[in-house]
């Protein structure tokens, strides 16, 4: 049973500059399941931050829903009315944003916003709030909590702030976690330290996570099934091990090419992928949006494309699955 | 100096760089000092290729700016071709800093937003007088070509351009003056993946063909491990590991090169070779 339905959502954006309406998403169809960690992957500009945020209704203002929906808990999210939504955001469904330092009020300390949240969702005096705060900071495993309630953001680390992030969005026992490329301003080995205190999580406190990262190591080793996007359209999805060890698109093919590895040549060539991502507003519509930068394309590729299944929980959208090989 | 030191492009000794810290409003006391490079030692060989890598704020980059005169030195020596840098006048310095070039992290930051891609490429080209006026455009040309750029581009500005190609022009820039040491401090770590890829490809072909010697700066392991032959590992202002690239990857000496190590997630051990040897999923 499927905890969150994303069915045909497309997403439109309209540009003043160019007069037209682009797809930044384009006929997304994906499932989250319970207690399942989901990878989002592809480049920058491919939509996976703006699928990330419409899931929690947070569509920016030139953008309209184009058709399609968002099932939770067999409610439409993005029919629901902003004071519905308010209490769907954060309890049920939280979403840890990429850069703390922007994505935590500079003016508040970390207690305000962690007893901010607490109090919205539920009905609990301040004291006992506080407290809670002190427990959910010692669980994201900060040493001296009481020292850390009452500093203001910019008086910590990264590593920190991303631990306070997560704390806030944990705080109201959510059944759904974004991770919106939660260590991708962070050191490797703070990283690691941060991936491995969502995944602890996992354990106790039962939630799904969505995992938006360009990081195909990240994906790799903290996620059951991943999706590709490109273009604002999924390129291909499945099991994370189905996907990355044996890709059937040559843009997931193409990205872990990129990949410097250890071969037994020094220096060699990596084979990566020409070109770069159009932007937004020169998205092809009616051919594969991958075809311009694709090295196995053949004339069949000149139509518009389609997610096809090719097993069970496997989908492709290419014309020549596996052609490189 | 040993008896190798006919093919030695670059040494810097012992190189100390310290910030003073500063407390008080209206009068300021030094009250302390930040010691961001403390004691680093470090020979570049012509041709050689050496990766420098780190957390952030480790002093990679101070290090590699102090060795080119980019940040001041509080002490130590830096030899480049049997001559003391930190002995010269600026205007010497400016003379001889044709001979290593820097590309810079951000390629947003890094270019004159005012200034076509030409006039950027022209610029250190016409100061130090390498080619003569009328061979000028040519040259750009023949920059930008080997740096997989058309000459249609030529007359825009960097903001009409992707972080790849932004970088790809940096990168013409500091080949225009045909260095002998280039240093790149991260230069592939504001990029996608894919197009990381295609900047690391032409850094090292590039690299190859005209014979140049690369100090890289990251702290992305991967990209280090594929394009470098010899690894300097630094924490807090000191180098605490430095070897060839195998030796560094494959049999780690220092705790914290192997916290480093084992800290990068790695796609897909199945997928011929992937893994680092010691990293278990």
Known sequence: MALLDVENLTLGFYSEKNKKWSKVLNDVNFSLYENEFLGIVGESGSGKTILANSILNLIPKQGKIVSGSILFKDRDILKLTEDQIRKVR???????????????????????????????????????????????????????????????????????????????????????????????????????????????????????????????????????????????????????????????????????????????????????????????????????????????????????????????????????????? | MNNFNDNLLLRAENIKTYFPIYKGFFIKKKTGYTRAVDGVSLSIRSGETIGLVGESGCGKSTFARSILRLSPITSGKVWFQGVNLCDMHDNEIRKIRRYFQIVFQDPYSSLNPRMTVGSIIAEPLKEHSIVKRSELQGEVFRLLDIVGL???????FPHEFSGGQRQRIAIARALALRPKLLVADEPVSALDVSIQAQILNLISTLQKQMGLSLLFISHNLAVVRHICSKVAVMYAGKVVEYGKTSDIFDHPQHPYTRTLIKSIPVPDPGYKNYKFNNVEK
């Open chain 1, 90 to 325: 954060g309890k049920d469904i939280a979403i840890i944003f990429q850069d703390p330092m922007s994505s935590l009020h500079p003016l508040l300390t970390v207690k305000d916003q962690i007893v901010e949240t607490l109090q919205a969702h539920r009905l609990i005096k301040k004291s006992d709030a506080v407290e809670i705060a002190m427990n959910l900071l010692r669980d994201v495993k900060i040493d001296r909590p009481e020292l850390v309630l009452n500093k203001y953001p910019f008086m910590l680390s990264g590593g920190i702030r991303q631990r306070v992030m997560i704390a806030i969005s944990i705080s109201c026992g959510p059944e759904i976690v974004i991770a919106d490329e939660p260590t991708t301003a962070l050191d490797v080995t703070v990283q690691r330290d941060i991936l491995a205190l969502i995944k602890g999580f996992k354990k106790n406190l039962n939630f799904s996570l969505m995992l938006v990262s360009h990081d195909l190591g990240v994906i790799w080793e903290n996620t059951d099934r991943v999706v590709v996007m490109y273009c604002g359209r999924i390129m291909e999805s499945g099991k994370t091990e189905d996907v990355l060890r044996n890709p059937l698109h040559p843009y997931t093919f193409g990205l872990l090419s990129s990949i410097p590895r250890k071969t037994g040549k020094k220096l060699e060539i990596l084979k990566g992928i020409r070109g770069s991502i159009p932007s937004l507003h020169d998205f092809p519509e009616h051919i594969c949006p991958f075809l311009p930068r694709c090295d196995f394309a053949t004339e069949k590729c000149n139509r518009p494309l389609l997610l096809e299944q090719v097993d069970r929980d496997r989908f492709v959208a290419c014309f020549n699955k596996g052609a490189f090989k």
């Open chain 2, 150 to 156: 058309s000459s249609q581009m030529l007359n825009k």
